[in-house]
């Protein structure tokens, strides 16, 4: 009986512990408990370096996929946008992530001076090319110019677009997540005599 009293308290304690840790998270932004972080996305578009300065300031950074599940749940909060609320751009379908070659055009470079081809998610959308050519009255096709990339609801990969049009952005900051209990603690606290 001693025993699954302890359990119990442990059990609630860890609970309440947990949900005092998502309390915290700031308004606006979405838990992914898989990945340990919370994701904002910003209604008002800015140029890539602006968005990257606005999540920087407000203690986050641009979100970087970094794996599949990460990916397609950003995915799922893009196709969740309410599109007429984005303000300041007239592809308002693009959303900004934290990757960019600005510093080498042909390697692509995530926030954390990461190349994305060794560490991380880095599957580009396949009609990349065809969407590309569409939007040639933008900006120059120069292949020296840096691109910055982003994700669209629908197309499963990143999307290469020009860094300084203005697009919604989506911010993200780590939370802590609370795992499968480590057992070997747990049975170290049930073998502690209660009083």
């Given at each position: ?20 840790a ?21 209604y ?32 799922r ?5 309410y ?24 390697v692509?470079?995530n ?11 880095n ?35 990143l ?19 609370f ?13 502690q005599?209660v009083?």
């Amino acid at each position: 009986m001693r025993l699954l009293l302890v359990f119990t308290i442990f059990v609630v304690a860890k609970a309440i512990a947990a949900d005092a840790a998502y309390s915290s998270v700031p308004h606006g932004y979405i838990v992914n408990k898989e990945a340990g972080k919370a994701y904002k996305v910003v209604y008002h578009a800015q140029t890539w370096a602006r968005a990257k300065m606005d999540c920087e300031t407000h203690g986050a950074s641009l979100a970087v996929p970094k794996s599949q599940q990460e990916f397609h749940f950003m995915q799922r909060l893009v196709r969740g946008m309410y599109y007429p609320y984005v303000t300041g751009t007239r592809y308002k379908l693009l959303v900004w992530l934290g990757i960019s070659n600005t510093e080498d055009s042909n390697v692509w470079m995530n926030i954390d001076d990461e190349d994305i081809n060794t560490t991380g998610y880095n599957k580009w959308a396949s009609n990349n090319v065809t969407f590309r050519k569409r939007v040639t009255f933008f900006s120059s096709n120069d292949p020296m110019e840096p691109h910055c990339a982003g994700m669209d609801g629908v197309n499963p990969g990143l999307r290469e677009y020009w860094c300084h049009l203005h697009q919604p952005y989506i911010c993200q900051i780590k939370v802590q997540t609370f795992g499968q209990p480590n057992y070997n603690n747990l049975n170290d606290i049930l073998e502690q005599p209660v009083d």
